[in-house]
T-cell receptor, first 113, second 113 residues
Framework: GENVEQHPSTLSVQEGDSAVIKCTYS??????FPWYKQELGKRPQLIID?????GEKKDQRIAVTLNKTAKHFSLHITETQPEDSAVYFC????????????FGQGTELSVKP | NAGVTQTPKFQVLKTGQSMTLQCAQD?????MYWYRQDPGMGLRLIYY???????DKGEVPNGYNVSRLNKREFSLRLESAAPSQTSVYFC????????????FGPGTRLTVT
């Protein structure tokens, strides 16, 4: 079945620096790739997503890139702020299977002031 | 709109006891999902319901059953709880046709002793 690998598992950056989190997926039929942010004790919340018909999407300080040939996608956060500290999850989905998501293991991002 | 709601928020069970986790959404979504979250393992899909009247197994269905009671409600039942089922359980929903985004409930923290 589908497998999603996420790296690194922890990431520490200084405020103002950029952070990059990478994911690879195994099923070439996957066509939807969301990123979720989860603060301690809270529910996951979607921060950005990309479909397989585009290579890059940007929303203010957050961007996601997708390389379908290599089957990997990345989350880029620029000008990091302490409130960006959280656990980030990538996921992959095939639209024709009820929308079920397969998640990566998560990256704990710490932004130091 | 309340979005996705889950009850209870916390629960402690003894090994062998049974219980049902309740989930409801008021967004008129077609698809609903149950995930479990364990430290270092991300979210794993237990069962999902692509539409009212259908349910399917996810990655880790053993030891669980589900019921899609109506379009709003999707319950998860543990017939004979085991310590390995200690986890945080999240319910999610999605409007399958118009959007790929899944909306998560606040979670249920379950401890089995």
């Amino acid at each position: 079945g589908e497998n999603v690998e996420q790296h690194p598992s922890t990431l520490s950056v200084q405020e103002g620096d950029s952070a990059v989190i990478k994911c690879t997926y195994s099923d070439s039929a996957s066509n939807y790739f969301p990123w979720y942010k989860q603060e301690l004790g809270k529910r996951p919340q979607l921060i950005i997503d990309i479909r397989s018909n585009v290579g890059e999407k940007k929303d203010q300080r957050i961007a996601v890139t997708l390389n379908k040939t290599a089957k990997h996608f990345s989350l880029h956060i620029t000008e990091t702020q302490p409130e960006d500290s959280a656990v980030y999850f990538c996921a992959a989905s095939k639209g024709n299977q009820g929308g079920k998501l397969i998640f990566g293991q998560g990256t704990e991002l710490s932004v130091k002031p | 709109n309340a979005g996705v709601t889950q009850t209870p928020k916390f629960q402690v069970l003894k090994t062998g006891q049974s219980m049902t986790l309740q989930c409801a959404q008021d967004m008129n979504h077609n698809s609903m999902y149950w995930y479990r979250q364990d430290p270092g393992m991300g979210l794993r899909l237990i069962y999902y319901s692509a539409s009212e009247g259908t349910t399917d197994k996810g990655e880790v269905p053993n030891g669980y059953n589900v019921s899609r009671l109506n379009k709003r409600e999707f319950s998860l039942r543990l017939e004979s709880a085991a310590p390995s089922q200690t986890s945080v359980y999240f319910c999610a929903s999605r409007e399958l046709r118009s959007s790929y985004e899944q909306y998560f409930g606040p979670g249920t923290r379950l401890t089995v002793t």
